[in-house]
């Protein structure tokens, strides 16, 4: 994979990052989205596959990114299909400071040292080169306002955006509220975006534990929909926060 092209989990952590305050919206989402991400980037490089509501390696050749190419092992390590929620859920320690140093190293962000409370070390990042971030907004923009069917890559984009609970940061307020209902909607065009999406809610929601169930036909349904009941949410714990995360309050 030639670097000329920046991956989804590069342009979803720009998204996320507020050009006033140099940190990062929605954090504690914005860790499970940038999992979730790296799936997609894969999928559209041909190296995995959705297999029902699971991951599944098709082709473990590396991609040239080391980061994207460190997660297509740990699936290939799996040596079976893995359930999208799983995965997300897992641990990901320092998988947002990883993408902010790679895209520092890149000249698209600044790092700023700072203080908390004038004690505590915090690292602020500030976006370099605006026009980066607007031509991805803008992709954005053009799919919600024309209702034009996106690319793939942007359609997923907009998926792990609403997924991770940014549209109300990109499209704040009563006035952004037919936005934020469109940006929900581009869930639908791109089939890998729209599982990684739901399995990202999925896991905010607790129901990582719960299979998706396939629609039962219409005869089963009429039959047992006397006997179905709800099964209760099992948690998901949350990601712990780690040191180097500690230091850099990217959020």
Do not use: F
């Not at 999928?43 to 599944?56: F, K, N, Q, T």
């Not at 897992?90 to 140093?101: A, F, I």
């Not at 070390?121 to 996106?150: C, F, H, K, W």
């Not at 984009?157 to 037919?178: Q, T």
Request: proline share 9%.
């Amino acid at each position: 994979m030639g670097r000329s092209r920046r991956t989804l989990p590069e342009e979803l952590l720009l998204l996320a990052l507020d050009p006033a305050t140099g940190t990062t919206a929605q954090p504690q989402s914005l860790d499970l989205g940038l999992a979730g991400a790296q799936l997609v980037e894969l999928a559209l490089a041909g190296r995995i596959a959705p297999d029902g509501d699971r991951i599944a390696v098709v082709v473990p050749r590396p991609t040239g990114d080391p980061t994207l190419d460190c997660a297509l092992e740990l699936l290939r390590r799996r040596g079976a299909p893995v359930r999208a929620v799983h995965w997300i859920g897992g641990p990901r320690l320092g998988l947002r400071q990883t993408y902010l140093s790679h895209l520092e190293r890149c000249g698209m962000v600044a790092a700023v040292p700072g203080q908390m409370c004038g004690v505590l070390p915090t690292t602020r990042y500030q976006a370099t080169d605006t026009d980066i971030s607007r031509e991805i907004r803008a992709r954005l923009d053009s799919a919600i306002r024309t209702g034009v069917p996106p690319d793939p890559r942007t359609a997923a984009l907009a998926a792990l955006a609403h997924a991770v609970g940014l549209g109300k940061h990109l499209y704040p307020g009563n006035e952004g509220r037919s936005s934020r209902s469109r940006l929900r909607d581009l869930i639908r065009h791109d089939p890998m975006g729209g599982l990684v999406a739901h399995a990202v809610m999925d896991v905010q929601n607790g129901a990582a534990a719960q299979p998706r169930r396939s629609p039962a036909p219409a005869g089963r349904q009429a039959a047992s929909g006397a006997r179905a009941t709800a099964e209760p949410a099992r948690g998901v714990p949350m990601q712990p926060r780690h040191g180097s995360m500690a230091r850099a309050v990217a959020h």
